[in-house]
């Protein structure tokens, strides 16, 4: 069992930047790939960003890409977020995911624990 409690989130103007951190319980977090997916409102969630179990290889949705950076701390069992040059657009719930496995992972329903989201509000 894996619980995920993710913080961060908030409110930026637009150009601006955030971090978001998923700070993982048990003593097993390098055994997991981790994604960070966001879900805006009346919108399906959508991959963000995956990392594999020791961070090696990541991978992101072409809108993030050279703006968010996924990476993982496994000494603190711990996987950011760092975001940059935000957009209205990136508002949304942004939500961890864990999944035991050796690659990345980019849909919703490979991974096994979420965690409760935090809200990311990107003003004009």
């Known amino acids: 069992q894996v619980q995920l409690v993710e913080s961060g989130g908030g409110l930026v103007q637009a150009g601006g930047s955030l971090r978001l951190s998923c700070a993982a319980s048990g003593r097993t977090f390098s055994s997991y790939a981790m994604g960070w997916f966001r879900q805006a409102p009346g919108k399906e969630r959508e991959f963000v960003a995956a990392?594999?179990?020791?961070?090696?290889?990541?991978y992101y949705r072409d809108s993030v890409k050279g703006r968010f950076t996924i990476s993982r701390d496994n000494a603190k069992n711990t996987v950011y977020l760092q975001m940059n040059n935000l957009k209205p657009e990136d508002t949304a719930v942004y939500y961890c995911?864990?999944?035991?496995?050796?690659?990345?992972?980019?849909?919703?329903?490979?991974?096994?624990?979420w965690g409760q989201g935090t809200q990311v509000t990107v003003s004009s």
């Open positions: 995911a864990a999944k035991s496995g050796a690659s990345y992972y980019t849909l919703a329903n490979e991974y096994d624990y």
């Open positions: 990392i594999t179990r020791r961070g090696f290889s990541t």
